[in-house]
């Protein structure tokens, strides 16, 4: 079956850090990869996503590549704002099934001034 | 863009009482998913449905039932609410691969 694992938060940062939050998967077949992002109060929106390997999906500054061989989609940014505290759901979808989409259990981002 | 919408953001239900959670989608997808979110746990899916009158249990249906009776709606029905249903309860849609989801109801049962 499918999985995903991301890292356990939360994690805390200061405004203009780099961040990483990392993310691995087990799938069958060759799933799209996601990115989903909850800020406070809210429903989760789609951040990015890629759809083969070596795709990079980018949004708002956050970067994430499909690494097929270390089955990887790890999201990061170069300078964080306090913006940008939320709660981050990485997300994989099987193709040419019903959508039903694997999420991992999210990864909650603070981030100080 | 897409919306999906809930009919309440924040509910307080007595333990026993029948509730009715409601979502509206506007883009003529065809699939219509509920999750509750709980802290430690993520999403966790518990029905979801394909079609109009069509339905499909999720990991955690127990406690709960849905209905479908027009492609837009999508209602989620706890038949005697229970304490341990206390939780955000998300809906989603989607046609494709990307999911949309509605605000979120925050549920308190008492």
């Known amino acids: 079956g499918n999985s995903v694992t991301q890292m356990e938060g939360p994690v805390t940062l200061s405004e203009e850090a780099f961040l990483t939050i990392n993310c691995t998967y087990t799938?069958?077949?060759?799933?799209?990869l996601f990115w989903y992002v909850q800020y406070p109060g809210e429903g989760l929106q789609l951040l990015l996503k890629a759809t083969k390997a070596d795709d990079k999906g980018s949004n708002k500054g956050f970067e994430a590549t499909y690494r097929k061989e270390t089955t990887s989609f790890h999201l990061e940014k170069g300078s964080v704002q306090v913006s940008d505290s939320a709660v981050y759901f990485c997300?994989?979808?099987?193709?040419?099934?019903?959508?039903?989409?694997?999420f991992g259990r999210g990864t909650s981002l603070i981030v100080h001034p | 863009d897409v919306k999906v919408t809930q009919s309440s953001r924040y509910l307080v239900k007595r333990t026993g009482e029948k509730v009715f959670l409601e979502c509206v989608q506007d883009m003529d997808h065809e699939n219509m998913f509920w999750y509750r979110q709980d802290p430690g746990l993520g999403l966790r899916l518990i029905y979801f449905?394909?079609?109009?009158?069509?339905?499909e249990k999720g990991d955690i249906p127990e406690g709960y039932s849905v209905s479908r009776e027009k492609k837009e709606r999508f209602s989620l029905i706890l038949e005697s609410a229970s304490t341990n249903q206390t939780s955000m309860y998300l809906c989603?849609?989607?046609?494709?691969?990307?999911?949309?989801f509605g605000p979120g109801t925050r549920l308190l049962v008492l």
């Open positions: 799938a069958t077949g060759y799933p799209s």
């Open positions: 997300a994989l979808v099987n193709k040419g099934g019903s959508y039903i989409p694997t």
């Open positions: 989603a849609s989607n046609s494709g691969e990307t999911q949309y």
């Open positions: 449905s394909y079609d109009v009158k069509m339905k």
